[in-house]
């Protein structure tokens, strides 16, 4: 059973992150809540990845504090937060090329394995139970992403689409409670768009989604609620009607209308 603070999933609350002299975060919070998308834009440089790392245990940020169903997350590891069932995608595909497109979704479902799912791969588990359960949630997966036929295909044989569609499917097949997308989008054709909102969408009947994206119309589309991000600072917060509307989007996306017309 899922235990939630205040209706909240995942709150992050304060949190700085600063790189010597340098200032990623500012002061930066976000809530999720169960069954939600929530999207996270802004320019490039805005401090979105960081805040992703910080969200997965990656980075550890220098002030504030990250909850996940109650509790505060502290000095736990990805490897921790990932059994927890928090799981990310990357802006890379970051696929094993060596590793069949099955074994690489195997190696997402390591909150499922009692000894590791990347030691069922490599060989070295000695649960068979445990290797046939998961090994089977892993093909009913690419199943459920209509990738099943390149089970045995090595990824860098199969287009750019395929291979993100196997990165997605290696992030879901440990069932988690909350999915982190970076980037989702990045490469794919109108109609790749069109099939990923409408995924996007469907995770959120079983997960809740906070997705980093460049692509405007797929976040207004499939974003219950949005945070804004520019220089490391929380600038908007709201619906995506509210956020569109919001001068101080615009300006962050666009620059500070200058004296003579144009942009600074």
């Not at 490599?122 to 949630?137: A, F, Q, S």
């Not at 405007?216 to 499939?222: N, S, T």
Request: proline share 5%.
């Amino acid at each position: 059973m899922t235990t939630t603070t205040g209706g909240h999933l995942l709150k992050a609350e304060g949190v700085t992150m600063r790189f010597g002299g340098l200032t990623a975060l500012d002061d930066v919070g976000i809530q999720v809540a169960p069954g939600t998308v929530v999207g996270l834009i802004g320019p490039n440089g805005a401090g979105k990845t960081t805040l992703f790392n910080v969200l997965s245990g990656v980075l550890k940020p220098t002030e504030g504090t990250i909850t996940w169903k109650g509790k505060r997350t502290g000095k736990t590891g990805p490897h921790r937060l990932a059994r927890a069932g928090i799981a990310r995608t990357f802006q890379g595909l970051n696929l094993f090329p060596m590793m069949t497109v099955l074994e690489n979704v195997i190696a997402g479902a390591d909150r499922l394995a009692k000894g590791g799912a990347l030691s069922m791969v490599t060989g070295l588990l000695g649960h068979h139970r445990d290797e046939c359960v998961i090994r089977e949630k892993a093909y009913a997966t690419l199943q459920r992403f209509g990738i099943a036929e390149f089970a045995h295909h090595f990824p860098g044989m199969l287009p750019y689409g395929i291979q993100k569609q196997v990165a997605l499917a290696r992030a879901c097949v440990g069932d988690p409670e909350l999915l982190l997308l970076d980037e989702p989008a990045s490469g794919l054709s109108e109609q790749q768009l069109d099939n990923l909102a409408d995924q996007i969408r469907g995770f959120s009947n079983d997960m809740a989604v906070v997705l980093v994206e460049h692509h405007m119309d797929l976040v207004m589309k499939v974003c219950d609620h949005i945070v804004v991000l520019n220089f490391g600072q929380v600038i908007s917060t709201g619906t995506p009607e509210q956020v569109q509307a919001d001068p101080a989007v615009t300006r962050a996306y666009l620059g500070e209308p200058a004296a003579d017309g144009g942009t600074r």
